[in-house]
């Protein structure tokens, strides 16, 4: 089961920051899931939303701005003081960063994303020596296909706001190795749960805050959940596990 770090570790450090990844890495995060797009001046840098305004001091698309003016914004005074001056990080100093920590990459391609900015990704992911501990996600089909030409080798990933008809074909026609929709779906869809495990599927549900539904999601047969509670989820693990080992047993006969 994956213990997948939303962001890195989000609910202890500002999102998509290389505090946030280290910090997974320290709470047992085994997958690291993080956002990419590319700057005017063609550099990947890591990042969730279209915008620099909710994360950043700064404002307008991203695809808008060049690195130097990205580079210059602070990222983490808006979720403490403590990461005030936290910056905006490549993608490159992400990969040396999770090269050495060991966990595997969720890394997602966000839109809009060109056949050369997708190529430069996979070029990357290649040079870190990443490339089989990495799996490549987006929501937008057409970006797995540019993926699956620019670098077959990887592992592809297919995200989806809720599960529709043409989701199973979808993930077979792409050759995903995983499809991540929302929780809600994983518990109120469990034979399209289901219908993917059985064709090698994994399926990781985002994002799987609410500890109340960890035993549920993990009945429906996931391979993993993408949450920020790192930290929590790796000691609910360790939990099951060790009841598993250890199972309470019944008093039997009562006193006497």
Same mark, same amino acid.
């Given at each position: 089961? @994956?213990?997948?770090?939303?962001? &890195?570790?989000?609910?202890?450090?500002?999102?998509?920051? !290389?505090?946030?990844?280290?910090?997974?890495?320290?709470?047992?995060?085994?997958?690291?899931?993080?956002?990419?797009?590319?700057?005017?001046?063609?550099?990947?840098? %890591?990042?969730?939303?279209?915008?620099?305004?909710?994360?950043?001091?700064?404002? &307008?698309? %991203?695809?808008?701005?060049?690195?130097?003016? %990205?580079?210059?914004?602070?990222? =983490?005074?808006?979720?403490?003081?403590?990461?005030?001056?936290? @910056? +905006?990080?490549?993608?490159? #100093?992400?990969? /040396?960063?999770?090269?050495?920590?060991?966990?595997?990459?969720?890394? /997602?391609?966000?839109?809009?994303?060109?056949?050369?900015?997708?190529?430069? +990704?996979?070029?990357?992911?290649?040079?870190? =020596? !990443?490339?089989?501990?990495?799996?490549?996600?987006?929501?937008?089909?057409?970006?797995?296909?540019?993926?699956?030409?620019? =670098?077959?080798?990887? @592992?592809?990933?297919?995200?989806?706001? @809720?599960? /529709?008809?043409?989701?199973?074909?979808?993930?077979?026609? !792409? /050759? +995903? +190795?995983?499809?991540?929709?929302?929780? #809600?779906?994983?518990? $109120?869809?469990?034979?399209?749960?289901?219908?993917?495990?059985?064709? &090698?599927?994994?399926?990781?549900?985002?994002?799987?805050?609410?500890?109340?539904?960890?035993?549920?999601?993990?009945?429906?047969?996931?391979? $993993?959940?993408?949450?920020?509670?790192? #930290?929590? !989820?790796?000691?609910?693990?360790?939990?099951?596990?060790?009841?598993?080992?250890?199972?309470?047993?019944?008093?039997?006969?009562?006193? &006497?």
């Amino acid at each position: 089961m @994956r213990n997948v770090a939303h962001r &890195g570790y989000s609910a202890v450090a500002p999102e998509n920051t !290389l505090p946030a990844f280290a910090a997974a890495v320290r709470a047992g995060a085994t997958l690291v899931e993080f956002d990419v797009r590319t700057t005017a001046d063609d550099v990947p840098v %890591v990042i969730h939303d279209r915008t620099l305004d909710r994360t950043t001091t700064g404002s &307008g698309h %991203v695809w808008d701005a060049s690195y130097a003016e %990205v580079a210059a914004v602070d990222a =983490g005074s808006w979720f403490s003081p403590a990461y005030a001056g936290v @910056r +905006v990080p490549t993608l490159a #100093a992400t990969l /040396e960063l999770l090269r050495e920590a060991g966990p595997e990459l969720l890394l /997602e391609i966000k839109p809009p994303a060109t056949l050369p900015q997708v190529k430069t +990704v996979v070029e990357m992911v290649n040079a870190y =020596g !990443l490339a089989a501990r990495t799996i490549v996600q987006s929501f937008d089909p057409a970006i797995l296909r540019l993926v699956r030409e620019a =670098g077959p080798e990887l @592992r592809r990933g297919l995200l989806r706001l @809720r599960f /529709e008809a043409d989701t199973v074909p979808l993930a077979d026609e !792409l /050759e +995903v +190795v995983c499809l991540n929709p929302s929780t #809600a779906d994983v518990l $109120g869809d469990p034979a399209t749960v289901a219908t993917l495990t059985d064709r &090698g599927i994994g399926v990781m549900p985002w994002t799987a805050n609410d500890m109340s539904e960890w035993p549920e999601l993990t009945k429906a047969g996931i391979a $993993g959940l993408i949450t920020d509670r790192v #930290a929590e !989820l790796t000691g609910w693990f360790g939990a099951q596990d060790q009841l598993r080992i250890h199972p309470v047993r019944s008093s039997g006969g009562g006193p &006497g």
